[in-house]
């Protein structure tokens, strides 16, 4: 004997049926002699069966995200109230710390570079750098930070 995890194919019902041999099953569900115990219908297939892997005591159940879903679909979803808090509150943070910054703009890499060497007074800044020259101060050993709310800079803001 066999078991089978079945699904019906009008109601999504799913439930196990035993048979002599996979072929039993066909002959069986082909004749329309295999119906479902929800919904009595007859059509009938066996039911995909997740790969028995990862099923481990010691292992937490990991989500993948769906590859079929649309990206918009995940950028208009309302976000879960503890990460919107979370971004208020980086946003509330960015504000506070911005207030005594001063906007550069474009020269953002020359004057963090001239500040950290010692040619300019140092200062909080921020303004603009593309990743290459992001990357560039890093490896100078220059503690630069990306900005997590796009900031508006004064200039565009009318
Ligand atoms: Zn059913």
Redesign the pocket.
Known sequence: MIVFDLQ?Q????RFEGWFRSSEDFDGQSSRGLVS?P????AEIAKAVMAPNVGRKGNQMPVMAKPVDAPAQAMANAPLPPEAAALLKAVAAMQAEAIKSSTWVGEKFADDARAMHYGEKEPGAIHGRATVDEARGLVEEGIAVAPLLIPVVPPEEAN
Request: charged letters at 0%; aromatic letters at 0%; one cysteine or more.
């Open positions: 019906c009008s109601g999504g019902h479902c929800a919904c009595g219908s």
